[in-house]
């Protein structure tokens, strides 16, 4: 079902459903081993402003987030970082920041797949266009060299806010990947794709050998090509979430 509702705020069907898809996201990332010990965070705005969204809690490992584990925050709230169960951080600053300047932003995923952070402390991290995979990222990628440790100042909160853009995907310099969307199932696949890409991009480079580019105008067309297989998105993680239902589907609860 696509979530995107940008002239209202979510019914309270929609804020579960979304729960739920978010939950399984965060399951999935396990599955797929993109996580990395309690740290990481996913959010969904539920407000047509995109400043009302729901995240993980402090230090709850992904394999084990329920539906009904969600925080629902609102990136307006001065308070928020003073009651006990406060967010981390980190991930105030950075998904309550973009949530607030981006109201386009639905939904933000950030974590540290293995290939797309070694190519995040690449000198030069620009995603090449080499393959159909690459490819989809042609012109759709920000990227933020301003990397100053971890992300807990409101400073570097607005300076990723600003590298992300209008670009769907944010590669953030010596540090990780968030990908955005419309919808949890759109997100999550540019996630999965983007992990792909970046792991064709460093085998690659591992193999010293010269890289065969794609020309601007073929890795454009190719990229445009990908926008009629936005139904993929729906399709894959339907899939996904019904492998979760059949090994452990508390992810729902």
């Known amino acids: 079902m696509n ?30 081993g ?3 010990s309690v740290s990481n965070h996913f959010s969904a705005a539920v407000s047509a402003d995109g400043k009302k969204f729901l995240m ?14 969600l925080l629902l925050l609102d990136a307006d709230d001065p308070d928020v970082m003073k009651r ?6 980190s991930a105030w ?8 300047e981006r109201p386009s932003v639905r939904v933000l995923l950030h974590c540290h797949p293995p ?19 690459t490819a989809r990222f042609y012109g759709g990628v920000g990227i933020d060299l301003g990397f100053g440790g971890i992300a807990d100042e409101a400073e570097e909160g607005l300076r990723l806010a600003r590298s992300l853009g209008n670009h769907k995907t944010l590669l953030m310099g010596n540090h990780g990947v968030s990908c955005s969307g419309d919808t949890v199932a759109e997100a999550f696949e540019d996630l999965y794709f983007f992990e792909k890409a970046a792991t064709t991009m460093m085998l690659a480079y591992a193999s010293g050998q010269p890289l065969n580019v794609l020309s601007d105008e073929v890795a454009q067309k190719t990229a ?10 729906y399709a894959h993680f339907d899939y996904l979430k019904s492998t979760l239902d059949k090994k452990d589907p508390s992810y729902k609860d």
């Open 34 to 36: 993109w996580h990395e």
């Open 93 to 100: 600053t950075v998904h309550g920041t973009i949530h607030r």
């Open 115 to 133: 290939y797309s952070t070694a190519l995040s402390t690449l000198k030069d991290p620009s995603l090449k266009p080499l393959d159909n995979n």
């Open 224 to 233: 445009e090509g990908w926008h009629a297989y936005r139904g993929m998105s």
């Open 56 to 69: 993980n809690p402090k230090w709850k490992h992904f394999g084990s987030i329920k539906a009904s584990d």
């Open 3 to 32: 979530m995107q509702v940008l002239s209202r705020d979510l019914t309270g069907d929609e804020v579960q459903q979304l729960r739920i898809d978010l939950a399984a996201a965060f399951r999935l990332t396990v599955e797929f």
């Open 84 to 89: 006990p169960d406060a967010p981390d951080p």
